[in-house]
């Protein structure tokens, strides 16, 4: 390893994702301001930014070179603090600056606001899905509604009712998003560590926030067409955070022009396709390149977006409410 050169590698079940291809990159800008907090990123002229070589396994990528990222500026009110005051400081207001260091990091410093409202364990969550609908274009509104329902119902929910769940069928969609979901949540402890730990970790151990079963449930329901009462189980309370937490996301996505919209809208407008500028598409960063080979996806700054293939099943409608 040359010097300025740090080696990041992921753990083993990365390697039982590689029918995830956009997984590491959706998360790549989020780590590449990790970066930044952690090594700096070269801005005031006085050291060398350093490469970090990360080992990410996602399609087309053979692992015979690493893939040579740059710490990505983050853009945080008041500027970035340093290491010392975020990990050490101990005066009042301090944790406001590690929730602004935390929020820098998914570039989500505009939903500041609306995050702080939320109720705990929902926050970390709520941040998640905003960033995650902004990143991808491919999301749509009915799996918001899955995620969503799936984290208010599991509150109430015993292992054993969790175990006896019965699905229809899988659909390797919903094991992809749950997937995706649960490797946000593992890049949140990561950015929390480095923060200073603004959150509770506990707020967004997977056990507290996400159930796979119970998210492919809530997933092929909102396929089918349930509706909204139908998915939290005819709750009214559950019913009431659900629109509320939904507000949070939809309103954040907003500031970032990202319109959330039904499956169904968009088939009516383009037949055959799925995704506001084309199929599995999300945004990359800038500050990346392959050692040793080439890519086939568009890096040419923040905002770009990679283009993937995925198809889209239409299933029947049903819904239901009782009080």
């Given at each position: 390893?040359?010097?300025?050169?740090?080696?990041?590698?992921?753990?083993?079940?990365?390697?039982?994702?590689?029918?995830?291809?956009?997984?590491?990159?959706?998360y790549r800008p989020v780590r590449q301001r990790v970066y930044s907090l952690l090594l700096g990123d070269g801005r005031d002229g006085t050291s060398t930014c350093p490469t970090v070589k990360e080992w990410f396994v996602y399609s087309g990528n053979p692992l015979r070179h690493p893939d040579l990222v740059r710490p990505l500026q983050m853009n945080i009110p008041g500027g970035t603090p340093n290491l010392k005051?975020?990990?050490?400081?101990?005066?009042?207001?301090?944790q406001g600056r590690r929730l602004d260091a935390l929020l820098g990091c998914f570039d989500l410093?505009?939903?500041?606001?609306?995050?702080?409202?939320?109720?705990?364990?929902?926050?970390?969550?709520?941040?998640?899905?905003?960033?995650?609908?902004?990143?991808?274009?491919?999301?749509?509104?009915?799996?918001?509604?899955?995620?969503?329902?799936?984290?208010?119902?599991?509150?109430g929910k015993s292992t054993v009712q969790l175990a006896d769940?019965?699905?229809?069928?899988?659909?390797?969609r919903a094991v992809q998003l749950g997937s995706l979901l649960v490797r946000g949540l593992t890049t949140l402890v990561l950015v929390n560590s480095a923060c200073g730990f603004p959150w509770r970790m506990s707020d967004f151990m997977p056990w507290n926030v996400f159930d796979g079963k119970l998210f492919h449930q809530k997933y092929l329901q909102a396929e089918k067409g349930y509706?909204?009462?139908?998915?939290?189980?005819?709750?009214?309370?559950?019913?009431?955070?659900?629109?509320?937490?939904?507000?949070?996301?939809?309103?954040?996505?907003?500031?970032?022009?990202?319109r959330i919209i039904s499956r169904q809208l968009w088939r009516s407008h383009q037949p055959g396709r799925w995704g506001r500028q084309?199929?599995?598409?999300?945004?990359?960063s800038s500050g990346y390149s392959r050692a040793g080979q080439g890519q086939h996806w568009r890096d040419q700054g923040p905002g770009?977006?990679?283009?993937?293939?995925?198809?889209?099943?239409?299933h029947s409608s049903s819904s239901g409410w009782s009080n």
């Open positions: 390893m040359s010097s300025g050169e740090i080696e990041c590698s992921n753990t083993l079940e990365d390697a039982l994702d590689q029918a995830l291809p956009s997984q590491a990159f959706v005051s975020l990990w050490l400081n101990q005066e009042p207001g301090i410093s505009s939903s500041r606001e609306e995050l702080q409202a939320v109720e705990n364990p929902f926050k970390a969550l709520c941040c998640l899905l905003i960033y995650l609908f902004v990143q991808v274009d491919t999301l749509c509104l009915e799996d918001l509604h899955a995620f969503i329902a799936q984290a208010l119902c599991l509150q769940l019965q699905l229809d069928y899988i659909d390797p509706t909204v009462e139908a998915l939290v189980e005819q709750n009214r309370s559950r019913l009431t955070k659900f629109h509320t937490l939904k507000s949070v996301v939809c309103k954040a996505c907003v500031k970032e022009n990202r084309g199929s599995g598409s999300h945004r990359t770009n977006r990679q283009y993937e293939p995925d198809h889209w099943r239409r």
